[in-house]
């Protein structure tokens, strides 16, 4: 993980002429798509930098081959998951517009925590999509489960697995359903010269035209929408559910 490290400790800084500054200058860096690149959250302490595996050959070379681990181990951790919630393996590739077969959006997103902003550290919000692996060695990750808040704990040699809203709308009416947490970041405070809270994840997704699909108790999967956004799945979660539904 030492690139992906060195990037989420770098990428907000300027270039300062030594042998680190692959890993800095991504505040200047602009991706054609409206929502990667640089992120400022004016009211977080959060700042991020987004890149979709089209646009990885934009970061160090370690940090791709790291992206190219981690969307690897994503979709092992899907593919295990919708076996594990009896998800028929034959729908696999329908049902998650190919991204169990290494299709789809593989996000790359890293974050960088401001302690000298006396905010929140990030909102709370669900993951759109399937699964987000975290690498979130300090504390400040919050997580809500049932109607109680949990400090998620990482020990050290751990990755954080989170699953978005296209895989609870999926198995929502199954046996065994796949949560989407709500989770946020405290805010984080740090003495003048420590280090700050960073975190990187892998987002894996669905493309845009891709459809959503839910299950019904009788295991039949039902188109429920479009994907269109991140926040269609979120919607769909907010309906009541009906087996009739398709
Ligand atoms: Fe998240």
Request: charged share 25%.
């Amino acid at each position: 993980m030492t690139a992906g490290d060195l990037f989420a400790h770098n990428f907000f800084r300027a270039k300062e002429g030594d042998e680190l500054d692959e890993f800095r200058g991504y505040r200047e860096v602009h991706l054609e798509a409206g929502y990667e690149g640089f992120v400022d959250h004016e009211v977080d302490q959060w700042e991020n930098f987004y890149a979709e595996r089209r646009n990885w050959p934009c970061l160090p070379d370690g940090v791709v081959r790291l992206g190219e681990q981690l969307s690897e181990l994503g979709v092992v951790v899907l593919r295990s998951v919708l076996r594990h919630a009896a998800v028929p393996e034959g729908d696999w590739p329908k049902v998650t517009g190919g991204v169990t077969e290494g299709l789809g959006h593989h996000m790359l997103g890293f974050n960088h925590f401001r302690p000298e902003k006396p905010v929140r550290g990030a909102k709370f919000h669900r993951d759109s999509g399937w699964v987000t692996l975290v690498r979130a060695t300090d504390p400040g990750l919050v997580c809500l489960v049932g109607d109680r808040m949990f400090r998620a704990s990482t020990p050290p040699g751990h990755l954080v697995v989170n699953f978005g809203s296209s895989m609870e709308v999926l198995t929502q009416q199954l046996q065994r359903r796949v949560h989407a947490v709500v989770h946020g970041v405290a805010r984080t405070e740090r003495r003048p010269g420590a280090r700050h809270r960073t975190s990187y994840v892998l987002f894996l997704d669905s493309d845009l035209r891709a459809a959503i699909y839910r299950y019904d108790d009788e295991g039949v999967a039902h188109r429920v929408a479009r994907r269109g956004s991140a926040k269609e799945a979120a919607r769909v979660l907010a309906r009541p559910v009906h087996s009739s539904e398709s």
